[in-house]
């Protein structure tokens, strides 16, 4: 009865190759999340949409596309990835927009 | 854009003692939020500050904030080597769906 879950956990790739990343919350909040932290713990938000509708669209290389299918789900996909994307992704969850974030257990990745 | 800084960034501390992180923000904020973060793991919610002068306990950990100031506190007291994560405040600002988070105070507590 995982409340947020993210797959996959971790992701090895090559340079240049396309990955997606799925998450998935069972909490019935209508507001989710993508961030990234970097190797130093900093954390920064991507993306997030309320029940569907893209509400944040931070200044991230238009590689990444965030999708939503439905309030329950959002996607990240990642193309032609760099070295530089090699990160710990969070995806996050809130019954609205300003309440507070539960958190997936993140999805290593790293780009060789 | 908000700035938040925490300080320290690393804190060393020995078991039973007493400290305080700071956490100071640039843009109004509506709230502020505490999370916690043990390495390799997620985020876990500890607290949310809603007003000023707001302060919460959960035992060891105590969070004030200072909206006037653009001040918040994580207060840990007699502290045990449990406590040992990094620490991130995150306020809301004012009229905005973001969350930014702070740099992180990375606790270690000692035995």
């Known amino acids: 009865d995982t409340a947020v879950s993210q797959t996959p956990k971790y992701l090895v790739t090559q340079m240049g190759n396309d990955k997606s990343i799925k998450c998935e919350q069972n909490?019935?909040?209508?507001?989710m999340y993508w961030y990234k932290q970097d190797s130093k713990k900093f954390l920064k938000i991507m993306f997030s949409?309320?029940?569907?509708?893209?509400?944040i669209n931070e200044t991230v290389p238009n590689r990444f596309s965030p999708k939503s299918p439905d309030k329950a789900h959002l996607n990240l996909h990642i193309n032609s990835l760099e070295l530089g994307d090699s990160a710990v992704y969070f995806c996050a969850s809130s019954l609205g927009t300003s309440e507070t974030q539960y958190f997936g257990p993140g999805t290593r990745l790293l780009v060789l | 854009e908000l700035k938040v800084e925490q300080n320290p960034l690393f804190l060393s501390m020995q078991e039973g003692k007493n400290y305080t992180i700071y956490c100071n923000y640039s843009t109004t904020s509506d709230r502020l939020y505490w999370y916690r973060q043990d390495p390799g793991k997620s985020l876990e919610s500890l607290f949310v500050?809603?007003?000023?002068?707001a302060v919460k306990q959960e035992g060891r950990l105590m969070a004030s904030l200072d909206t006037k100031a653009r001040l918040s506190t994580l207060h840990i007291t007699a502290a045990v080597h449990d406590l040992s994560a990094t620490y991130f405040c995150a306020p809301h600002p004012s009229g905005t769906y973001k969350y930014i988070f702070g740099t992180g105070t990375r606790l270690k507590v000692l035995a």
């Open positions: 909490l019935g909040h209508d507001t």
């Open positions: 500050l809603l007003s000023n002068g």
């Open positions: 949409y309320n029940n569907k509708e893209l509400i």
